[in-house]
């Protein structure tokens, strides 16, 4: 039988996988923290659980890093298991400590319920959170909101997305951009796809091992890798373009890039965007 010379290749990303699986949760060395300015533009990220704030955030890093943002992680719910609320709080503490971001709780213990579902069928509740939504948007005032998208599968995904689009409907004079994360089901129409470097990749994996008790359940930080490659895969056509030149990177994440105008989502821009590392990534919210 000839050799498949894949078959290494391919064996070498399951050793690798492997070898990911002894890496510890957390417990490491500290960054060289980023001096901001206390009065620096605010980036808001709408985290559907502890954890998202890192999936969600290789744009908001570079943003941090390259640009001076706050990135604020607004904690919407703690989780559904009312027993470990505590512990991811204390996990979510952790990871945004190493990585540079904040932390904006809402309430004691998150939100409880934020789903489609019960938007359609507790309105009252349903409207007790708007308004505890609205107030942190008017706090921070944020020059963009990371959300899930519409078709982000997972129900408090859902919810947020939601929720997010009810509590800017009821603020006037407000308009963010308001960009668009997927992690478990792909978004319609991505325009941007935001290459992070190696190190990037590494700070963020590195940050998502606080949560230890969700990656012992499913270990998703050590496939990071491999979904980010996967996002440059699709990026190369469905922002690119059809038929087009796949960009040079190794790891990008896709997002979807809008303006809030006149109570509605407006497309930043028509085309589709890459952002290198290359390129420092204000210019990106500027031209919008």
């Known amino acids: 039988m000839t050799d498949n010379p894949y078959l290494t290749y391919a064996q070498s990303f399951q050793k690798i996988t492997e070898s990911g699986k002894a890496l510890p949760y957390g417990k490491l060395s500290k960054l060289t923290k980023i001096e901001l300015r206390m009065d ?9 659980h502890p954890d998202d704030e890192c999936i969600m955030g290789p744009f908001p890093l570079r943003l941090m890093r390259e640009a001076g943002f706050r990135v604020i992680t607004c904690a919407i719910t703690l989780g559904s298991n009312l027993s470990r609320r505590n512990e ?40 007790v959170n708007i308004e505890k939504i609205k107030n942190i948007l008017t706090k921070w005032s944020p020059s963009a ?23 800017l409907a009821g603020i006037d004079d407000f308009f963010p951009f308001l960009i668009e994360t997927e992690y478990w089901g ?80 407006v497309p930043a821009w028509q085309d589709g965007r890459m952002l290198p590392s290359s390129m420092n990534c204000s210019k990106i919210i500027a031209s919008g």
């Not at 620096?40 to 559907?48: E, N």
């Not at 990585?99 to 009252?124: A, H, M, Y």
């Not at 990037?200 to 499913?218: F, I, P, T, V, Y």
Request: net charge negative; with cysteine.
């Open 186 to 265: 792909q978004m319609p129409r991505p325009n941007l796809l935001v290459e992070s470097s190696t190190r990037e990749l590494a700070d963020l994996m590195a940050a998502l091992s606080h949560h230890k008790g969700e990656l012992q359940r499913n270990p998703f930080h050590i496939r990071m890798p491999a979904w980010m490659q996967d996002n440059v895969r699709r990026g190369a056509e469905v922002v690119g373009g059809q038929g087009g030149q796949a960009p040079n990177f190794d790891f990008a994440t896709l997002y979807r890039v809008s303006r809030w105008q006149q109570k509605c989502m």
């Open 40 to 48: 620096a533009p605010v980036i808001l990220i709408m985290s559907p």
């Open 88 to 127: 991811r709080l204390s996990e979510l503490k952790q990871a945004c400590e190493w990585i540079g971001f904040e932390i904006q709780k809402v309430g004691e213990g998150g939100l409880d319920q934020i789903t489609p579902f019960s938007r359609s069928n507790q309105p009252e509740e349903w409207s």
């Open 145 to 167: 909101i990371f959300f899930p998208n519409s078709h982000d599968w997972n129900q408090t995904h859902l919810g947020v997305h939601l929720l997010t689009l009810d509590a």
